[in-house]
């Protein structure tokens, strides 16, 4: 496949920017100004200014003098930066590789893309228009090669050209030397030459080139013809499970979203499939045609790749998308995968051992309706004290690693930290005979114990526990222990469960 790139110009990327928050600057003349060893430069000017011959890199004073209306606001440091990052993520819905040029420019790589608009001339058309839309004044390039779309974008005459497969060269020719974004003082030297355009002197011998210009010339102009690959950095890593669907009308009801939902998930799992790959988390974005992104996240408890199954993850959340004017791309990420075997899927559905499949799903449309942090799986730890005798497992499938300690009676519910309680005991190492918990006095009828439990050795520094199956007069039964003994001092009691 022939590689296409698209490179887009913001002629007044910040200025443009500053007339969309505050629309009155329009018809206004100001520029943005920094200063530099003292004196304040003009680093952006509307058009309003620029027909009143105020330019960038003209002195703020000098700017006055000529226009005495004239708005001066403070340049913000690293604004294009941020612009152009967020107009990089908006691109995203052109192609999924996408860079920022600084400081005034985006990078498309387009290869494979145009035909889903209907062709490069509406895809390239399409962009502009909407760029215009949105209040920013571009002109666009599309070429094999990067230099190229970059040097036609800033230095040709129409507001979108569009360069054929292998004509960089004659697209080059009657452009001055900067075109080839080679240093400034490079372009002095050849325009004192008299080499005005790319034209003079691109046939000239490498070797005089070299010598005269040194080797960044020729490496420019190997990259802008295509002989030497030059590299994106895109704005988003492109994620290796993602599938993208573009709508030719938006799209704002459910039942259209639910539709271009099953059509990426049958893809991606089709492709997850030839790979043995399963989904544990999974993105669906959705680009409104206003440049708001609408996003819902799904997860699974074990990795899947059954589609009706995420659709129906999915399917509780789309009621939480706002579609406003409509929806032109939907693109679906699967962000967390891991491996599933086919030896693994043909042990996990053995009948003899249960559906463990059929409960993962069942707990990940749970985990959809009341929150993934509501279902939780213990598993036993190597650990004494009751608290710590235990572990939250990770997944449906992970393993004990120890066996739970079911020697004594354990209640059914467990405080996560012991409360303190007041006793009356009739002599040390009986169980109280009355307790005060929550300013309610207990009487207890009956009682079992003590059962000792010590911290392990590595653990130092605590006394160990002596711990008594109590039932009251009402019949609740609640599992208390003492802390340390009576030849150390006065010890503490406290409840640590319930019993059912």
Known sequence: MERRYVSIWFSSLCTDWLMRRQPYLRNVPFVLSSTERGRAIVKGANDVARGKGVNIGMAVADSRAILPSLQVIDDTPGLNEKLLTAIGEWCIRYTPVVAIDLPDGIILNASGCAHLWGGEERYVADILEKFRKLGYDVRICMADTIGTAWAVARYGRPAYSIIKAGEQLSALLHLPPSALRIETSIAQRLEKLGLYQVKDF????????????????????????????????????????????????????????????????????????????????????????????????????????????????????????????????????????????????????????????????????????????????????????????????????????????????????????????????????????????????HKVTKADGPERIEQEWWLTGGMYRDYYCVEDENGARYWLFRLGHYDSGEPQWYVHGFFG
């Open 202 to 441: 691109i046939r000239m011998p490498r070797g005089a080139l070299r010598r005269r210009f040194g080797q960044s010339l020729l490496q420019r102009i190997d990259q802008a013809l295509g002989q030497e690959i030059e590299t994106i950095e895109p704005v988003n890593p492109v994620v290796p499970y993602q599938e993208r669907l573009p709508s030719l009308e938006p799209i704002r009801t459910a039942t259209g979203i639910e539709i271009a939902l099953k059509q990426l998930l049958e893809g991606l799992c089709a492709r997850m499939a030839k790979d043995e790959i399963g989904l544990r988390s999974c993105l669906l974005c959705c680009y409104r045609i206003d440049g708001n992104v609408q996003k819902i996240e799904i997860g699974t408890n074990r990795p899947s790749r059954n589609a009706a199954h995420l659709f129906k993850l999915f399917e509780l959340k789309i009621p939480a998308i706002e579609p406003a004017l409509g929806f032109e791309l939907f693109v679906l990420e699967g962000r967390e995968t891991e491996r599933i075997s086919p030896e693994q899927e043909a042990i996990w559905n053995r009948k003899e051992e249960g559906n463990d499949v059929a409960i993962a799903e069942l707990l990940d449309r749970i985990a959809g309706k009341v929150g993934k942090q509501a279902i939780c799986r213990y598993l036993p730890a190597e650990h004494y004290w009751p608290e710590r005798a235990m572990k939250l497992a990770g997944s449906v499938q992970e393993m004990p690693t120890t066996q739970w300690r079911d020697e004594s009676p354990r209640p059914l519910h467990l405080l996560h930290n012991p409360e303190r309680i007041e006793v009356t005991v009739p002599i040390p190492d009986y169980p109280p005979m009355l307790f005060h918990y929550k300013g309610v006095l």
